[in-house]
């Protein structure tokens, strides 16, 4: 008797398939991460209806409950895989939450037609120089770890590439702003500040007011030296993140087998 043997496909898999989903996923503190989401987010609505705080303290007082939470499943994080993807965890989260904070400003500017000084996103006192020039930094250092740690890719190295531009530029535009204050303050002008400089790239920025690029094929490049501020970090970050993201999936899919994610 001839015996059939019916095969059936494999299963897609989700988080094998990608799994960053899998690094990402909150796991046995998934209820803490929808309780505390839930919790901030009624509690942010309340307080802005009852015109008690203003949105962006909303904002910052749902990413403090939810804060908690991120402790233990990185805590986890370091404890299953170590400190190299703990920190790409931590990056990944902040990175797309800062996505989120850009897209936010994006649409206020140009789905919504608000004005540039309008179109802060949900967290307006974060957009300064001094929070850019920090925050820029910090991801070009985890960047560095990261590589110390063996996430070594052509991704990853394209990565610490424009996450060091990002950093100069801020340092640049952080520079001008202090210079600035100074002469305002000099002069006698304490109600005006200097924040939304522009950097090195983008409209009236270095490259489009330098004796050595003005008029050059450097500023044909379309947006390099007319996009306006909002549009220019924006796309820092989108180019950042999706670097982030594809560096880390394959180093991730490299490691399956011998960190088994779970």
Not at 20 to 32: D, E, G, N, V
Not at 60 to 83: C, E, H, N, Q, S
Not at 167 to 174: G, N, S
């Given at each position: 008797?001839?015996?059939?043997?019916l095969?059936?496909?494999?299963?897609?898999?989700?988080q094998?398939?990608?799994?960053?989903i899998r690094l990402l996923?909150?796991?046995?503190?998934?209820?803490?991460?929808?309780?505390s989401?839930?919790?901030?987010?009624t509690?942010?609505?309340?307080?802005?209806?009852?015109?008690?705080?203003?949105?962006?303290?909303?904002?910052?007082?749902?990413?403090?409950?939810?804060l908690?939470?991120g402790?233990?499943?990185?805590?986890?994080?370091?404890r299953?895989?170590?400190?190299?993807?703990?920190?790409?965890?931590?990056?990944?989260?902040?990175?797309?939450?800062?996505?989120?904070e850009?897209?936010?400003?994006?649409t206020?500017?140009h789905?919504?037609?608000?004005?540039?000084?309008q179109?802060?996103?949900?967290?307006?006192p974060?957009?300064?120089?001094?929070?850019?020039?920090?925050?820029?930094?910090?991801v070009?250092?985890?960047?560095?770890?990261?590589?110390s740690?063996g996430?070594?890719?052509?991704?990853?190295?394209?990565?610490l590439?424009?996450a060091?531009?990002?950093?100069?530029?801020h340092?640049?535009t952080f520079?001008r702003?202090?210079l600035?204050?100074r002469?305002?303050?000099?002069?006698d002008?304490?109600?005006v500040?200097?924040?939304?400089?522009?950097?090195?790239?983008?409209?009236?920025?270095?490259?489009?007011?330098?004796?050595?690029?003005?008029?050059?094929?450097i500023?044909?490049?379309?947006?390099?030296?007319?996009?306006?501020?909002l549009?220019?970090?924006?796309?820092?970050?989108?180019?950042?993140?999706?670097?982030l993201?594809?560096?880390?999936?394959i180093?991730?899919?490299?490691?399956?087998?011998?960190?088994?994610?779970?």
């Amino acid at each position: 008797m001839t015996h059939t043997t019916l095969s059936t496909a494999p299963r897609f898999n989700l988080q094998e398939s990608f799994p960053l989903i899998r690094l990402l996923h909150p796991k046995q503190y998934a209820w803490a991460v929808g309780l505390s989401l839930a919790v901030g987010l009624t509690v942010s609505w309340i307080i802005v209806a009852a015109g008690i705080a203003p949105l962006w303290a909303a904002t910052a007082l749902t990413l403090v409950i939810l804060l908690p939470a991120g402790f233990f499943k990185w805590r986890d994080d370091y404890r299953r895989y170590g400190r190299t993807l703990m920190l790409l965890s931590i990056l990944l989260t902040a990175q797309g939450l800062h996505t989120i904070e850009h897209l936010i400003q994006w649409t206020q500017y140009h789905i919504l037609y608000w004005t540039m000084r309008q179109s802060n996103g949900l967290l307006s006192p974060a957009n300064a120089e001094w929070v850019h020039f920090v925050w820029n930094w910090l991801v070009l250092i985890v960047v560095l770890l990261l590589l110390s740690g063996g996430i070594r890719n052509v991704w990853m190295w394209l990565l610490l590439v424009v996450a060091a531009f990002h950093a100069v530029e801020h340092t640049y535009t952080f520079i001008r702003y202090q210079l600035i204050l100074r002469e305002l303050t000099a002069m006698d002008i304490l109600n005006v500040t200097a924040q939304g400089l522009p950097g090195i790239v983008g409209r009236d920025g270095w490259l489009a007011r330098s004796e050595w690029t003005r008029g050059t094929w450097i500023c044909s490049i379309p947006g390099l030296t007319t996009a306006v501020r909002l549009d220019v970090h924006f796309w820092w970050n989108a180019i950042e993140m999706t670097l982030l993201g594809i560096a880390g999936h394959i180093a991730l899919r490299r490691r399956m087998q011998s960190l088994q994610l779970d």
